[in-house]
């Protein structure tokens, strides 16, 4: 597992102005994947930076929040997705409480996803 990811945590990466979005409303946004497959995509502690590298090429700061699966209950399924890997959804609204930890996720200087720090 990555260096500040963890164990037991499954995380949402967005850009931070949708944290700022999700602090208003009280839940994490959804985004038009999400939108389009009728669930919010989530990943696992080892799946957070290859999911950036895959699908947030443009965005040069993301966020990572740390979600305690617990309190999505039933709304969270783990899925088979990319390789048969089995990733975290959920259907429907995450709450910003559910929120336990964050991290920076920023590109090197070869254009890959690396955590760079906790996120306040």
Not at 64 to 77: E, N, Q, T, W
Not at 88 to 108: I, K
């Amino acid at each position: 597992m990555e260096p500040g990811f963890r164990d037991g945590l499954i995380y949402r990466l967005m850009p931070p102005v949708e944290w700022d979005m999700a602090v208003a409303s009280g839940h994490l946004p959804y985004n038009a994947h999400d939108e389009r497959d009728g669930f919010m995509h989530l990943s696992a502690p080892h799946q957070v930076l290859e999911t950036a590298n895959k699908h947030y090429t443009v965005h040069m700061e993301l966020m990572a929040a740390g979600i305690d699966p617990d309190v999505l209950g039933d709304m969270l399924k783990w899925e088979a997705s990319r390789g048969g890997d089995l990733f975290p959804h959920a259907y429907g609204f995450v709450p910003t409480e559910a929120v336990v930890h964050r991290l920076a996720v920023r590109q090197n200087k070869e254009g890959r996803f690396v955590v760079v720090e906790a996120a306040g």
